[in-house]
């Protein structure tokens, strides 16, 4: 979604919104922070199915840091967004600096599945898109796609004096808070799991099970 231009994502979000009604889900997630920082209020009005997004934590980094230095890596779309620099102006006090990373490599060895086949590439591919980090006093990191998630291991291993901040640990306390709130929480039991991708659904499916993760992938068709 970070190199998508605004339309077309927004195409992508009512297209995904409306396919994800179809199952009558309790609540919808957009579980990517691009969409969710550029055009959430919009998203929203695309069902009655209620809807939440995963946001970018700057008032925990903010809090967290003790050299008034942090970081935010993310994709192309969310860093460049004029809605992230809103963000920033509302949220970061000004005596605190903020550098921005492009991650959009990062991602994309998470989306191809190389980061389990290649240990040395993923910590170049994360040094190259870090270029710099190592010159500052920066001591707090926001993981600004849910992608980075993935590699958090990779990232800590590599900056282990910076504090890194998971936004989707934030997203499934929101979740399970919201659910709560409306007394539609699963109070015991499992739930069932079900895994669709609009494409390339083998290659998905070898990445989950090179994960160990278990689970089948289906195939969603556009009608």
Do not use: W
Request: glycine share 6%.
């Amino acid at each position: 979604y970070g190199q998508k231009s605004v339309d077309d994502l927004e195409q992508i979000m009512a297209e995904t919104v409306s396919a994800l009604s179809n199952f009558d889900p309790k609540l919808i997630v957009v579980a990517s922070i691009t969409p969710s920082i550029q055009m959430l209020k919009k998203i929203k009005s695309m069902s009655s199915i209620p809807i939440l997004g995963v946001s970018v934590p700057l008032k925990e980094a903010s809090r967290l840091t003790k050299r008034k230095h942090i970081g935010i890596l993310g994709t192309k779309g969310t860093i460049r967004s004029r809605e992230l620099d809103e963000q920033i102006k509302i949220e970061v006090p000004q005596d605190i600096f903020v550098t921005k990373f492009d991650a959009s490599e990062i991602i994309e060895i998470v989306e191809k599945g190389l980061f389990l086949k290649d240990d040395d590439y993923t910590f170049r591919i994360i040094s190259r898109s870090m270029e710099g980090l190592e010159d500052t006093n920066l001591d707090v990191l926001v993981l600004s796609s849910t992608h980075l998630s993935i590699v958090r291991s990779h990232i800590e291993s590599m900056y282990p004096s910076i504090r890194i901040i998971d936004p989707s640990i934030n997203a499934a306390k929101e979740i399970r808070q919201f659910l709560k709130s409306k007394n539609i929480l699963r109070k015991n039991g499992l739930g069932r799991l079900r895994i669709i991708v609009n494409g390339h659904k083998d290659e998905f499916q070898e990445t989950l099970r090179e994960m160990g993760l278990t689970g089948s992938v289906e195939s969603f068709e556009k009608e």
